[in-house]
């Protein structure tokens, strides 16, 4: 008997050691897999200069090296995938995208869903009109045909100005496209962010101008986790932080907008 005993209590002893073996090399895995996890970055890539897909497919603009350099910074390993922005927030609801980064503006209705970052650029709103139109301001766009980006802010203002049901808002997929039907004479207007209008007619027809007005609220643009992710936005806070106090961030800015004005 006392030799039974002894074999169990030997047994038992194995038992709970190869158990407690095994439940510490599934936490380590756990914990190695967690930090080797690819994130899946969504991005609308018809926002030049923002985010571009190019003829291979391929994505670069300012959000994009923007997001690469705080990855860089924090070891963080990016699958960036071209997400329509009409299916940009629900993707991040679901999980299927883990960071949204596509000059998304930073307000109180989507903070209800999402988590932002700390702002990682200013922006407002502006007008684009022929040089030959005699459009001073917003309010003179109430009878004319206003091209924006659907879901946009330049939508939502623009929706404001001429009421929803309006025929007159020619609503596009991307801000390109609206700029460019505006080149054909198809609406009188755009309205959209400055990063946009204004590297779009850097690099297109100059027999154009561009407007601002008093009424358009300043903006900022932020990278948006699912809400309640604190792990994953305070590694993307310390990343932006980061390549803001080194010079990176500066670098980039200039490489797509000019020196950055204080």
């Not at 609308?44 to 705080?70: C, L, M, R, V």
């Not at 609801?93 to 869903?113: F, P, Q, V, Y």
């Not at 080194?246 to 797509?256: L, N």
């Amino acid at each position: 008997m006392k030799r039974l005993s002894l074999l169990i209590t030997s047994c038992l002893l194995l038992m709970t050691l190869g158990c407690t073996k095994k439940e510490s090399g599934t936490a380590d895995t756990a914990a190695k897999t967690s930090a080797k996890k690819e994130l899946t970055v969504g991005t609308d890539a018809a926002y030049a200069p923002f985010e571009i897909e190019n003829a291979d497919k391929s994505i670069s603009g300012f959000d994009i090296e923007i997001i690469q350099a705080i990855a860089a910074k924090q070891g963080l390993t990016l699958n960036i995938v071209n997400t329509p922005w009409e299916g940009l927030f629900s993707q991040l609801e679901s999980g299927d995208r883990d960071i949204l980064i596509s000059a998304i503006t930073i307000n109180d209705e989507r903070k209800k869903t999402m988590d932002f970052s700390e702002p990682y650029f200013d922006a407002v709103q502006l007008i684009a009109v022929p040089n030959s139109s005699k459009v001073s301001k917003f309010d003179d766009l109430k009878k004319l045909k206003v091209g924006v980006q659907i879901g946009t802010t330049g939508d939502e203002v623009v929706t404001r100005l001429l009421g929803r049901a309006s025929s007159n808002i020619k609503r596009f997929e991307g801000t390109p496209l609206a700029l460019q039907e505006l080149i054909n004479g198809g609406v009188d207007a755009v309205v959209a962010d400055n990063g946009v209008i204004n590297n779009f007619f850097a690099n297109n027809p100059k027999d154009f101008k561009v407007l601002s007005d008093t009424t358009f609220s300043k903006e900022q643009y932020g990278i948006a986790v699912k809400k309640g992710n604190t792990d994953l936005l305070k590694k993307i806070n310390d990343g932006l932080a980061a390549i803001k106090a080194d010079g990176t961030y500066d670098s980039i800015f200039k490489k797509y907008f000019g020196e950055k004005k204080n």
